[in-house]
């Protein structure tokens, strides 16, 4: 397989290049993320339609956010977090831009907690870690496998996890929902082609990655930085892309994020 890395507005240039323009015969492939769910409500203008123009293959793994403090902060809970918040609505956080995972991850805290707090917006994930490290912010919710690393060093404290359940990387850190029931929120990855994309062309793409996802050392090797193995097939991802552009949508609204 070669990559060919098509940055720009999350992902947008090249989500639309393989809905829109890439010949459907298996060669040229999308590996998508969570984006394609909030792209749609965030930008103002988006020339694909992730259900119509895409043909979900394998959606494979998945990733929750984590929250972080300073590892010397007193805020050592959920609990803490909102009654700093209570106190004080101009606390700043940091994400990684607006309408970014961990934008939209504060928004949905504070909109479930009834709290505010200022948001510092920077270029990406690791800057969240560095400003929370360095004290620029209380704290971030950046995606896991960014912040495992300090976290594990002793650098960052991890308050909670966003996912419904604890992550086993870190098995003493409660998730979110524990506080605020329901609260899940997550990246996923995952395998698409152009919609006119056959059926058996299909079948036998989703058979190759299953079986990757299967072996024992990739496995151990993904799953190390807290990734999640999903691995649900091309029926099961195509239910899943429609009812997680709903949530996108919904959290794009209760955030205010919007692209021009």
Known sequence: MVVENRPGAAGNLGFSYVARQAPADGYTLLWGTGSLSVNLALYARVDYDPVQDLAPITLAFSMPNVVIVRADSPIRSTADLIAALKADPRTPYASGGFGSAAHLTVALFLAKTGTEAEHIPFRGAPEIVNAVRAGTVMFGMPQLQ???????????????????????????????????????????????????????????????????????????????????IIGLGPDAFRDFLSTDLDRGREVVRISGARIE
């Open 146 to 228: 960014v912040a495992l690393p300090l976290i594990r060093a002793g650098q960052l404290r991890a308050i909670a996890v966003t996912s419904v359940d604890r992550v086993a990387q870190l098995p003493d850190v409660p998730a979110l929902s524990a506080t605020s029931p329901g609260f899940d929120y997550f990246s996923w990855m995952g395998l698409l082609g152009p919609a006119r994309l056959p059926a058996p062309i299909v079948a036998r793409l989703n058979q190759a990655v299953q079986d990757a996802l299967a072996d024992p050392a990739f496995r151990a090797r993904v799953t190390a930085d807290g990734t999640s």
